[in-house]
């Protein structure tokens, strides 16, 4: 069965240290992966996905086949940054996501 | 614009009790999918619409869930005889399935169900 694995449960850094969130999934086919984030008091949103290629507040994720990873990364994190952050898969267009189980990342100064 | 709106926000209900909770997606969204969030946990699939057609309900825990979106645009997710078990965030999402936003889902504020 397709599986998100999110290693860390708390990520903890200081404000303007280098952040990577781990995200691994087990899945033999081409899939499409994204991060969703969640601020206090928000709604889940999309943060990015893999097929777009793009950087969003400073966020990259590049989707590594070979190690099935799509770790999130931020060069300096910002204390806004601090949030629940979900990876997510999706195994075909028109399917569910299947999501890992967050990671809080708390950045402090 | 109104994004996916849910309702009740909060809800308390008696172990055997039933709940309805309610979710209107995006105007124009012929996806909705029904997502439990327990504490702690990611967000965990229950069921997909598309349109009024519900085309997976893998997700379902047991046959006491039930869910409807009878003219393809509000939906109702419905817990019978609700357990201790139950108690959990019920997200709702829907999306396009057409165009460069095909696939981005947009949550709701989701309903906290808590089972006395």
């Known amino acids: 069965a397709q599986r998100v694995t999110q290693p860390e449960k708390l990520l903890s850094v200081f404000k303007g240290a280098p952040v990577e969130l781990k995200c691994n999934y087990s899945?033999?086919?081409?899939?499409?992966l994204f991060w969703y984030v969640q601020y206090s008091r928000q709604r889940l949103q999309l943060l990015l996905r893999?097929?777009s290629r793009e950087s969003i507040k400073g966020f990259t994720a590049d989707l590594n086949k070979g190690e099935t990873s799509f770790h999130l990364k931020k060069p300096f994190a910002q204390e806004e940054d601090s949030a629940m952050y979900y990876c997510?898969?999706?195994?075909?267009?028109?399917?569910?996501?299947?999501f890992g189980k967050g990671t809080t990342l708390s950045v402090s100064s | 614009g109104a994004g996916v709106s849910q309702s009740p926000r909060y809800k308390v209900a008696k172990r055997g009790q039933d709940v309805a909770l309610r979710c209107d997606p995006i105007s124009g969204h012929v996806s909705l999918f029904w997502y439990q969030q327990a504490l702690g946990q990611g967000p965990e699939f229950l069921t997909y619409f598309q349109n009024e057609a519900q085309l997976d309900k893998s997700g379902l825990p047991s046959d006491r869930f039930f869910a409807e979106r009878p003219e393809g645009s509000v939906s109702t997710l419905k817990i019978q005889r609700t357990q201790q078990e139950d108690s959990a965030v019920y997200l709702c999402a829907s999306s396009l399935v057409m165009g460069q936003m095909a696939g981005k889902l947009f949550f709701g504020s989701g309903t906290q169900l808590s089972v006395l």
């Open positions: 899945y033999s086919g081409s899939p499409e």
């Open positions: 997510a898969l999706r195994v075909q267009a028109g399917t569910a996501l299947i």
């Open positions: 893999h097929i």
